[in-house]
């Protein structure tokens, strides 16, 4: 598919851009942070940086205006655009495509949300970003997605016609023998405004250490939902390409723009072979990485612990005021030797700095804790262990007095 890529301000590329001619335009605008966003790619070799740093609301209001005019000239009657901005910029953007398109041309706010590490601002995590979507009539381009039913959706009943009763009232519809009418089969629950989306994270594939780059699977979602394939795609800030590269991999035409020469020359690269990565989270859910060891965490029951997920060493972290380290907690688990256990404790903990290890012992005819000898860690018979041993002793004393 065509790939349109230009160097220089959207302002003055966007008026060689023919009237009406553009079905989705998607814009990644600077976010009014007042910093300088920098980045230095994964092997360490380039540093990529643009300023986002403006005197006023009104001076980055001034900025935008008039690029927002442009791209509605060129937007066709049934194309639709979408501003992605945050918590800085949102009420600015609002209220500037309010202007230009008009208040009756807004569509959506969507929430893009990922969960991201924690930090130690005193205030709540940022965990979203807001794509704002207007069209250029009531006449735009929408091709309805489906997603799953939530576990807790009663799909059965969904499946049944509705009828109305004599007051008027949504009934079950039911046939002459009083038996449930089939509605047919469902797609499922519409599109929603709420996207869970991850985040890039350090070591994706696709991610090339361009500032603010957002992930492809979020560009795909925007491009199918508003255009079909061989409609034209229009990024005026493409910084490092995703949008075109989206827009390839889903046969649109693309036009992107940028005045950087390093983001242009990193979206050329990365439309000589355009490709995204692979999202396990997106395929299999969230769900499927909740995967603690529910036996161990049976034995750790009553404790107050954080539960680690995919750590075959360390099941639990204990909540206590270690100074110096953490304390990692993990349970014997079935057949497993005592020692065995031991050292993958400590192979696992070794590079987290603990105070204290603490180990589990759950097996009753395996090796005694004091076979275990590593500095730092403490061997503990497990609740079961120690009732079903009480228990036991408690016979062999009735039995001998017998």
């Known amino acids: 598919m065509e790939a349109d890529v230009y160097l220089g301000d959207c ?7 023919p009237e009406n001619s553009v079905d989705l335009v998607y814009l990644d605008p600077p976010f009014f942070t007042g910093n300088t966003q920098k980045l230095t790619t994964r092997d360490r070799t380039q540093r990529f940086q643009f300023s986002d740093v ?10 935008l ?28 953007a609002r209220f500037l495509l309010d202007n230009v398109f008009g208040e009756e041309m807004f569509s959506s706010e969507i929430i893009w949300q990922y969960r991201r590490w924690s930090s130690g601002e005193r205030r709540l995590l940022r965990a979203h970003q807001n794509i704002l979507f207007y069209t250029k009539s009531q006449e735009y381009k929408f091709n309805t997605m489906f997603v799953p039913y939530s576990p807790a959706t009663n799909v059965d009943q969904i499946l049944q016609k509705r009828a109305r ?10 046939d002459e023998n009083g038996e449930a009418v089939f509605n047919g089969n469902k797609k499922g629950v519409p599109l929603g405004d709420v996207w869970d989306i991850p985040y890039l994270n350090p070591k994706a594939k696709e991610r090339v250490g361009y500032p603010t780059q957002k992930p492809i ?15 034209l795609v229009l990024d005026p800030f493409c910084g490092s390409g995703t949008t075109l590269i989206a827009a390839r991999l889903l046969n649109r035409r693309c036009i992107g723009i940028d005045n950087s020469p390093d983001a242009i020359r990193i979206t050329q690269e990365r439309l000589r072979s355009p490709s995204s990565s692979r999202s396990c989270l997106m395929e299999e859910g969230r769900g499927a990485y909740e995967n603690t060891d529910k036996y161990a965490l049976a034995h750790l029951s009553g404790l107050d612990i954080i539960p680690v997920q995919r750590n075959s060493g360390i099941d639990a972290f204990i909540k206590c005021d270690a100074a110096n380290g953490t304390v990692p907690i993990r349970v014997q688990k079935p057949n497993e030797p005592l020692g065995q256990a031991a050292l993958a404790l400590y192979t ?18 395996m090796e005694l804790a004091s076979t275990v000898s590593i500095p730092g860690m403490i061997v503990v018979d497990s609740a079961s262990k120690v009732i079903t041993r009480a228990v036991k002793d408690a016979l062999i004393g009735v039995r001998s007095k017998r």
Not at 11 to 17: A, P
Not at 165 to 173: L, R, T
Request: glycine content about 2%; proline content about 2%; some cysteine.
């Open 217 to 231: 699977l979020l560009l795909e979602k925007i491009i199918r939902l508003v255009t079909d394939e061989n409609d």
């Open 65 to 92: 205006h008039p690029r927002l005019c442009e791209m509605k000239r060129v937007l066709n009657s049934t194309g639709s655009i979408f501003l992605h901005c945050d918590r800085n910029a949102s009420h600015i």
């Open 54 to 63: 403006w005197r006023s609301t009104n001076e980055y209001a001034q900025f």
């Open 348 to 365: 696992a903990s070794k590079t987290k700095h603990p105070s204290l290890m603490i180990l589990v012992s759950t097996q009753q005819e």
């Open 165 to 174: 009763d004599e007051y008027n009232k949504s009934i079950y519809a039911i």
């Open 11 to 17: 302002l003055e590329i966007l008026t060689k851009v």
